[in-house]
T-cell receptor
């Protein structure tokens, strides 16, 4: 079974600085997707960034980028120029590509326990 | 384009009771997934519905059941409530094409907070 581990329960960053959130995962599959979701106090999960395992290039979305190390099964999120609105819980998540693409449970995301990010003004 | 909406936002039940949570999927989406998020934990997959049938289930007992309607909205029903069922229940919708191709991300609602006393 796949597992996702986030070893940092809480992180803090100064506004405008850079912070990196860690995530490791365990899987025997070769094809999968990795995600970072943000959950603000409003509780709604918002997709921050997504990485396909078959792509060597790290995904980037504006101030958000990932460091995907497939052999090490590591998937960290870097937030540059942190803003007060970035304060939230951040969850790393895994989804099997086989499940997605061959009729299995498309919605089965496996989440880590999350990292609470605080941004200091 | 309307997003995913869930109701009720908060509710309190007592042990042994039954509860029904509702979810309206985002316009154009045909697949609904339900997640349970206990306090301080990441969400856990309960099940998914596609074309009104259950299509994948996590490690939850049969007293967790669901429905999907022709308009793709969905219900989550929990019977014989236990104290450990206290959690935030998240609904997420997505679109799946006939060829099961990867059709995009999950869009989540704001959840229903269930407290079991």
């Amino acid at each position: 079974a796949q597992t996702v581990t986030q070893s940092q329960p809480e992180m803090s960053v100064q506004e405008a600085e850079t912070v990196t959130l860690s995530c490791t995962y365990d899987t025997s599959e070769s094809d999968y997707y990795l995600f970072w979701y943000k959950q603000p106090p409003s509780r709604q999960m918002i997709l921050v960034i997504r990485q396909e395992a078959y792509k060597q290039q790290n995904a980037t979305e504006n101030r958000f980028s990932v460091n995907f190390q497939k052999a090490a099964k590591s998937f960290s999120l870097k937030i540059s120029d942190s803003q007060l609105g970035d304060a939230a819980m951040y969850f790393c998540a895994y989804r099997s590509a086989y499940q997605m693409n061959y009729g299995g449970s498309q919605g089965n995301l496996i989440f880590g326990k999350g990292t609470k990010l605080s941004v200091k003004p | 384009e309307t997003g995913v909406t869930q109701s009720p936002t908060h509710l309190i039940k007592t042990r042994g009771q039954q509860v029904t949570l509702r979810c309206s999927s985002q316009s154009g989406h045909n697949t609904v997934s339900w997640y349970q998020q206990a306090l301080g934990q990441g969400p856990q997959f309960i099940f998914q519905y596609y074309r009104e049938e259950e299509n994948g289930r996590g490690n939850f007992p049969p007293r967790f059941s669901g429905l999907q309607f022709p308009n793709y909205s969905s219900e989550l029903n929990v019977n014989a409530l236990e104290l450990d069922d206290s959690a935030l229940y998240l609904c997420a919708s997505s679109f799946r094409g006939r060829d099961y191709a990867n059709t995009g991300e999950l869009f989540f609602g704001e959840g229903s907070r269930l407290t079991v006393l």
